[in-house]
């Protein structure tokens, strides 16, 4: 790889899988050089994949001065704090923070979300029925895929509806490289954030509710949280919680409105069949692309004679593991056939982790997209893209990945089926 990596890139961000694919040639891992001028090794191999995210040499802890030095601020001592979260912490902090909350994530619990989910999904059609209407075009992001799961999860952990936008913007700031963004836009937000979430546990103290928050404030015995640890889970549940589900919800809408034959069958399918279109755009348009960083606390031998020294910066890009041609035939190709079982099914992809850090929402995100994408082409069968695929802006960064804007029209789809297919692969 003669040219660092620059997650900032528009051109990466919007197809991040020719450099993976590069990669991933060269073995189970490769060392690149970043835009900042420091050193990681990427993991982009499946199975390899899969065994470092199991495998506790590879520590979530981030190492004292990771990243590029920056001078003592007050963002700095808010990031510190927010980065707390149980995705930084190893054996026995992490066991102790996840069992903490857990019990809010449980798949009975999550399913009996399903009709609030359905309302929620009906009030939002509503609008975006009424906003084509009028306007003609509307961003599929900002007016479905962004508030669905942000009043989701609001109402899981208990955040006011009236503070989502602000959160999205500050949240959108924090996971996107610094490059990309105005000068002070991600310091300011990581003040912003803790700011916010300071403010949240106070009120939840004062005034309990029925969501996770409040439970995980009011959980004082031995154990619990202290503050620090109750700002970096607050702005963890929430970042996690809506993050994944939108860019889910984008670009698995993309892919169907770029590949109209697919959403028609999966009308015709019934749940099943949307429930492999779920899986396939979870595979396909990875909506984390990488792990948390990691770091080898000792020399560890990946194979194919590839060893990564201790110490090194690691991270697992799932969204390359995902298309890894040796566990799934055609890897770039949209097909979510490959799930629908018998002989040919594919193995499962690695969308959501792997090993003791698997996402908690998984289950939650899965029912959002199981509810709203049927929902959505079903009210709207003539829904098409405004804009040509390769034109629409992607979320920069290493972490996350999805449309960040996805503009659509009632009307036929006007853009040639080869052309509108290779785009959004």
Request: glycine share 8%.
């Amino acid at each position: 790889m003669p040219q660092p990596l620059n997650p900032a890139d528009p051109d990466f961000a919007r197809n991040p899988y020719p450099y993976y694919a590069r990669l991933r040639a060269q073995g189970p891992a490769a060392r690149v050089e970043l835009a900042n001028g420091s050193h990681a090794w990427l993991v982009t191999g499946y199975r390899q994949a899969r065994e470092v995210l199991a495998d506790p040499r590879f520590s979530n802890v981030p190492p004292r001065g990771a990243g590029r030095p920056k001078p003592d601020s007050a963002a700095q001592r808010a990031r510190g704090l927010l980065a707390r979260h149980m995705l930084n912490t190893d054996a026995p902090d992490h066991t102790r923070l996840r069992r903490l909350t857990v019990a809010a994530f449980t798949p009975r619990r999550m399913d009996a979300l399903r009709p609030r989910i359905e309302r929620l999904t009906a009030g939002l059609l509503d609008r975006l029925t009424g906003r084509l209407a009028q306007d003609g075009t509307a961003d599929l992001v900002d007016a479905f895929a962004f508030p669905l799961p942000v009043l989701v999860i609001g109402e899981v952990l208990g955040v006011p509806e009236a503070d989502r936008d602000a959160l999205r913007e500050w949240t959108y700031r924090v996971g996107s490289p610094a490059d990309a963004l105005e000068p002070g836009a991600v310091d300011d937000a990581w003040q912003r954030l803790h700011a916010y979430f300071a403010g949240l546990i106070g009120d939840k103290r004062r005034a309990p509710g029925e969501d996770l928050f409040s439970a995980l404030v009011q959980d004082v015995p031995e154990g619990g949280l202290d503050d620090g640890e109750l700002l970096a889970m607050a702005f963890l549940l929430l970042f996690a919680g809506y993050e994944t589900t939108m860019n889910l919800l984008a670009s698995a809408a993309l892919l169907l409105l770029t590949h109209p034959g697919q959403a028609e069958l999966a009308r015709r399918g019934g749940d099943g069949h949307w429930t492999a279109v779920v899986e396939e755009a979870l595979r396909h348009a990875s909506p984390l692309e990488g792990t948390t960083w990691r770091r080898t606390v000792e020399p560890v031998d990946l194979g194919g004679g590839v060893e990564i020294p201790a110490g090194a910066s690691v991270l697992v890009v799932l969204a390359a593991a995902n298309r890894d041609p040796e566990w799934f035939t055609e890897p770039d190709a949209f097909r979510p056939e490959r799930y629908l079982g018998g002989p040919e099914k594919a193995a499962p992809h690695a969308a959501f982790g792997h090993g003791p850090h698997f996402c908690l929402g998984a289950r939650l995100a899965r029912l959002e997209a199981a509810v709203a994408l049927p929902m959505l082409f079903d009210r709207l069968p003539d829904l098409a893209l405004a804009a040509p695929p390769r034109q629409l802006p992607y979320r920069p960064g290493l972490l996350v990945r999805g449309p960040r804007r996805l503009p659509v029209r009632r009307g036929p789809l006007t853009l040639p089926q080869g052309r509108a297919t290779a785009s959004a692969s």
